[in-house]
C-alpha cells in the first residue's frame, strides 16, 4: 500500500507541477480553459486520493461508510436529473434511507448470501409494491424502472467495491486493501490516460452523440498505458502478470462501457453532467460511471477464480438474536 499510495502521489506531484507550468506559459484563451479545468481536475484527485487512502488506512467499517455516502450523493444525482413526482417520494424514502443502508449494513457485517441478492431480488420486488400503494398509475412503470436503476447502479453495483475487502483469497497473504486499491487504480487510471491520450493524438470520435472527447486513439492508447501499468503492479495482487494484464483488460472495457451507457442515460435526459459536486469532474456519478459496471466483474472474477468462497450464511450473531 505504502509504495502503490507512493507512486499515486508522485503522478500528481507530476500533474501538478505540470499544470502550474502550463498556466504561466499559456497565453490562449482557449487553452487557459482547458488548463484551468486539468488543474481544476488536479485538485480534485488530491482531495479523492486524500480521502479513499485515509478510509483504507481506518479499515473496514469506514470503508463501508465511505462507499454507503458515495452511493447516497450518486443516488442522489441519479434521481434529480429525472422526473419525480410527490406521489413518488413515500418510495425514495424507502431507497434512500432504508434499502440503501441496509445494504451498506449487510457488506458491513459480512453477510455476503443476503447482500448478494438483497437489492436485485427483495428491492426490485419491494419497490413496485410500495409505488402501487400510493394509488399513482401514471408512467408507473416508466418511474419504477428508474428508482430501480438508480438503487442498482449507484447502490447495488458500487456496495461491490467494499466487498473486496472482505473477499477470501486462497494461497495469498495480502491485504484486501491492496486489492481494493488495485481495482480503483485499474479503472480510474484508464479514464485518465484516455482523456490524456485523447487530448494529444484523438481523432476519430467512437460515440460523437454520447461522449464527444471520446476517441479511438484516445480509448486505445489509455486501456493500454493502464494495462502496462497495472501488469507491473501484479505483485500486490493475487494475480500473475499475465492474469493482471487480462484482468487489467476486462476491467477496462467493463468501465468504458459503463460510461458509455451512463452518458447514454445523461443525454436522454437532456443533461451534461450528472451534477456539479467535484470540480473539474462534474457530479459524484461522472466520476464513478465506470466503477459501477466494473465493481461486479471483478469482485466476482476474483472470487470464481482466486477465491476460497464466501460463506453465504449470516455471522453468527444473527442466530444469537433468535435463540439456538
Known amino acids: 500500500m505504502i509504495w502503490m499510495m507512493a507512486g499515486v502521489l508522485a503522478l500528481l506531484v507530476v500533474a501538478s507541477i505540470a499544470g502550474w507550468w502550463m498556466a504561466r506559459r499559456t497565453t490562449d484563451e482557449i487553452k487557459k480553459a482547458g488548463v484551468a479545468n486539468f488543474n481544476a481536475r488536479t485538485r480534485s484527485w488530491w482531495f ?11 479499515g473496514h467499517w469506514t470503508t463501508v461508510v465511505l462507499f454507503c455516502l458515495i452511493s447516497f450523493l450518486a443516488l442522489r444525482e441519479f434521481i434529480t436529473l429525472n422526473e419525480t413526482r410527490t406521489c413518488d417520494h413515500k ?5 434512500f434511507f432504508i434499502i440503501l443502508p441496509i445494504q451498506y449494513f449487510l457488506v458491513g457485517i459480512h453477510w455476503y448470501g443476503l447482500a448478494s441478492i438483497f437489492i436485485p431480488v427483495y428491492g426490485f420486488i419491494f419497490i413496485p409494491i410500495r ?19 438508480g ?3 449507484c447502490v447495488y453495483f458500487v456496495s461491490h467495491m467494499p466487498l473486496i475487502m472482505t473477499l477470501p483469497i486462497k494461497d495469498w497473504d495480502g491485504g484486501n486493501a491492496a486489492l481494493l486499491f488495485f481495482f480503483v487504480f485499474t479503472v480510474q487510471a484508464s479514464d485518465v490516460f484516455q482523456y490524456v491520450w485523447g487530448k494529444l493524438l484523438g481523432r476519430r470520435k467512437i460515440a460523437p452523440l454520447l461522449s464527444p472527447n471520446k476517441t479511438v486513439e484516445g480509448t486505445v492508447g489509455g486501456i493500454l498505458t493502464t494495462i502496462l501499468i497495472s501488469t507491473g503492479m501484479s ?7 499475465w492474469q493482471a494484464a487480462l484482468m487489467s483488460l476486462l476491467i477496462c472495457l467493463a468501465g468504458f462501457f459503463g ?3 451512463m452518458s447514454a442515460i445523461k443525454r436522454d435526459l437532456g443533461a451534461k453532467d450528472w451534477g456539479s459536486t467535484i470540480a473539474g469532474h462534474g457530479g459524484v456519478m461522472d466520476r464513478i460511471d465506470s466503477l459501477c459496471f466494473a465493481a461486479p466483474l471483478f469482485f466476482h472474477l476474483t472470487g470464481f477464480y482466486f477465491g476460497t468462497g464466501m460463506d453465504p450464511r449470516p455471522p453468527e450473531w444473527i442466530f444469537g438474536l433468535f435463540g439456538k
Not at 48 to 58: I, K, S
Not at 131 to 149: C, N, R
Request: aromatic letters at 16%; glycine letters at 6%; hydrophobic letters at 60%.
Open 91 to 95: 418510495v425514495l424514502f424507502w431507497s
Open 259 to 261: 460510461g458509455l451507457v
Open 235 to 241: 505483485w500486490v495482487t493475487p494475480f500473475n502478470p
Open 151 to 153: 438503487l442498482l447502479t
Open 48 to 58: 479523492m486520493v486524500g480521502v479513499f487512502a485515509l478510509t483504507l488506512y481506518l
Open 131 to 149: 409505488k402501487v400503494l400510493t394509488g399513482e398509475v401514471k408512467d408507473f412503470l416508466a418511474t419504477t424502472a428508474k428508482i430501480q436503476w
